[in-house]
């Protein structure tokens, strides 16, 4: 790529194995990648959790596709109405791509939303609860390892918008034509699992946008606002969107689990506006 003049971020790559020992090495590289550029790989590769959910993906992946390449109208029906404005969940179309989430306290609640899930989500349901559990506990691991005082509004036995969501986005024909998707995530942690080149990250120490290329073994992280918010501004969320560097239509799909605060911290920050 950077042959080609595309340039190329190169974010640090923590251990999670590591992370589980406390190893002071890479608890500071984590907390230096947090504060300065708020984006790195995370290598869940020689962690028992962590393989298991690299092991699960090729048959998520599989699942994904099958359902995004169904009719539209087959999809509508999965569109949920019984969720805030602020929600994702269930099926959703946006600009230039479609989604489906799956809630972390559906899915600890016994499987009880499952009768609810369209059937190919149904038929690997074991997975996608472990994929889910996987990279919560992931996340967690990254909060205590930053500080402890962030763990406290993340307690698993208390409601959040945390998620699991499946992602279709289509790269374009023409490369010119790809939508702006800068943004900046709202919640805590973002995890996410891709196979092509197509994230686009502004870095702040030379405040110019990189591709981030997907790195096998591992999940891109990103800081959120919430945990901005909750570090006082010493850790960065850094913006980013999703492109594509050359020409070419193709169907590109995503994994992303979306770390949230509870929502009783969210409804105080709402109060306090």
């Given amino acids: 790529m950077a042959d080609r003049s595309i340039p190329v971020a190169q974010p640090s790559i923590i251990s999670l194995a590591k ?10 590289l984590l907390d230096k990648a947090s504060s300065n550029t708020g984006l790195f790989y995370l290598d869940l590769r020689g962690d028992a959790e962590g393989e298991r959910v690299l092991a699960h993906l090729p048959d998520i992946y599989a699942v994904v596709e099958k359902y995004f390449s169904q009719p539209k109208e087959a999809k509508a029906k999965d569109t949920r109405f019984d969720i805030k404005a602020s929600q994702d969940l269930g099926y959703k179309r946006g600009y230039g791509s479609e989604s489906f989430e799956i809630s972390r306290d559906e899915i600890t609640s016994a499987g009880a939303s499952i009768s609810h899930l369209p059937q190919l989500f149904q038929d690997v349901w074991n997975k996608i609860t472990e994929i889910s559990a996987g990279c919560d506990g992931a996340c967690l691991m990254l909060l205590n390892s930053l500080s402890t005082a962030y763990v406290v509004h993340h307690r698993a036995d208390q409601p959040s918008d945390t998620g699991l969501k499946l992602v279709l986005h289509p790269s374009l024909a023409k490369s010119s034509d ?20 197509s994230i686009h990250a502004l870095l702040p120490d030379t405040n110019l946008w ?20 909750l570090s006082g501004g010493r850790l960065h969320s850094p913006k980013h969107g999703v492109t594509q560097p050359f020409d070419g239509a193709k169907n590109r799909y995503y994994l992303s689990y979306f770390l949230r605060p509870e929502t009783v911290l969210i409804e105080k920050w709402d109060a306090a506006k």
Avoid: M
């Fill in 210 to 229: 990189a591709f981030t290329p997907p790195l096998e073994g591992c999940a891109l992280v990103n800081i959120a606002n919430s945990l901005q918010r």
């Fill in 178 to 197: 790809a939508p702006d998707t800068t943004h900046t995530d709202s919640g805590t942690l973002t995890l996410l699992f891709y196979k092509d080149w």
């Fill in 19 to 28: 992370l589980r020992t406390k190893d002071s090495g890479e608890l500071a």
